[in-house]
């Protein structure tokens, strides 16, 4: 048995030109390359042919999470420029809320350039229907991540605000700053609810025609939502897995989802992204909380980044599964919302996902690790053809379809 936390990071590296990494996406969604992993053999086609490789009667999960337009520049008036990266809400500390605030709201934050930023606030102007908005952006705790109050005048919504100010974050290791077009192509076609500062971008090769296929063939499409944070950038900087810090990140999940795969019983359930992925695998230690300690409180429900390695997990999948829909029935909640810091990685034993829609991922990274993890190590043979076959990687790259 993998001992997770020995896992040396240096054994999930590859070399990826740079030539290979895609800095633009494709005209057409799903004109993409589309890599075939099944039961170890592997083969191509194209991204718009999917539907014929998924079998009907499956459920397709995505994830509608939507990219909020979170980078917000300020000039000092010295000059200097400072970068605001808007994290996760902190006052109110509840993503539909503060979109909603009118007024000001507190944003946990990355600043760019902090060192420039000693004191006082900073201010910006721009119109929103052709009225003039003024924004204060004052910075009330220092740190590695800041804790940024924004205000404004005008009875605008703080997701008009970052509308009209803001920029979409695209991934850093594009290397270029953000262009008209990425406002489109950044996103999903079925993003729906704002919080992500990055796109579950194995969906960006879906598109009306490709989902309407799907549903013809009889594949079940449904939805969850998990608000991608910047720490999806984050690499793993120590030398084992043991010693890395796993980001926390939102997940929302209705009570219709948890009651469609009771029902599918663990046959043919597609996580597309490892959003999604990360998403269903953490109901089942969801399930598993609620099942040992039913009356526990919603806000004590947490997925910790090693409780899936740090005992035995004997439950069935489904009986967690119906262990948390009871849970939600009793406490009359249509939706649960609540946080994950699950790392997949070798020595996963997965409880819920049969098939993964994915991209390919950075060297060295806890995607690549997951990854690994789903096809029982053969992760080098997967990428090694990849790059033979003229795949292009990372967020506009290709994709892949996983089926152990």
């Known amino acids: 048995m993998t001992d997770t936390r020995n896992i040396e990071i240096a054994e999930y590296d590859y070399a990826l030109p740079d030539e290979r990494i895609a800095k633009y996406p494709l005209a057409r969604r799903d004109s993409s390359k589309l890599l075939l992993y099944k039961g170890g053999s592997v083969s191509q086609d194209t991204f718009c042919n999917l539907p ?205 989802l948890v009651e469609a795969l009771i029902a599918a019983d663990g046959r043919g359930v597609v996580a597309v992204g490892t959003t999604s992925v990360r998403t269903l695998e953490s109901l089942y230690f969801l399930g598993e909380a609620v099942s040992e300690n039913p009356d526990i409180a919603a806000d004590e429900l947490f997925v910790s980044q090693w409780v899936p390695y740090e005992r035995e997990h004997t439950i069935a999948p489904v009986e967690a599964l119906e262990a948390l829909a009871a849970y939600m029935r009793r406490n009359a909640m249509e939706r649960l919302h609540t946080y994950t810091q699950i790392i997949i990685a070798p020595g996963y034993r997965y409880n819920i996902v049969k098939a993964i829609v994915t991209n390919f991922h950075q060297p060295k990274s806890t995607l690549l690790l997951l990854v690994s993890a789903f096809v029982k190590g053969d992760w080098r043979r997967i990428y090694d053809y990849a790059l033979a076959n003229d795949f292009r990687f990372l967020s506009y790259g290709d994709s892949s379809l996983l089926v152990p």
């Open 52 to 256: 014929e490789h998924i079998p009907a009667g499956s459920l397709m999960v995505f994830n509608n999470t939507k990219v909020i337009q979170a980078r917000l520049r300020f000039r000092k008036e010295t000059g200097a420029t400072i970068e605001i990266f808007c994290l996760e809400p902190e006052a109110p500390n509840d993503y539909q809320l503060i979109f909603q605030q009118t007024r000001e709201c507190v944003w946990q934050c990355l600043v760019g350039n902090s060192a420039r930023w000693k004191s006082g606030k900073l201010k910006q102007a721009f119109t929103i229907n052709g009225r003039e908005v003024r924004l204060t952006a004052e910075r009330l705790c220092a740190g590695a991540v800041n804790s940024v109050r924004f205000a404004w005048d005008g009875a605008f919504s703080f997701a008009e605000v970052l509308e009209a100010a803001g920029e979409l974050p695209i991934p850093p290791y594009l290397n270029r700053r953000t262009e008209e077009g990425d406002k489109e192509t950044y996103q999903t076609v079925y993003s729906k609810i704002k919080g992500s500062v990055a796109a579950p971008t194995a969906g960006l090769h879906f598109t009306p025609e490709v989902l309407g296929a799907l549903a013809d063939k009889g594949v079940a499409l449904a939805e969850v939502t998990l608000h991608v944070g910047a720490g999806t950038f984050k690499p793993v900087k120590s030398d084992s897995i043991g010693e890395h810090t796993m980001h926390e990140e939102y997940i929302e999940v209705s009570l219709s």
